[in-house]
């Protein structure tokens, strides 16, 4: 864990974490390869 009790509105945290449609589904489909 490297950060904790990040604050800002959820579409800005999702960016900034990685949690975006593009991102889940390259990882999802790396998993199913």
Known sequence: MTTFGESAPAELLFKEFGFTVDNVVAK?????K
Not at 28 to 32: H, I
């Open 28 to 32: 999802a489909n790396a998993l199913l």
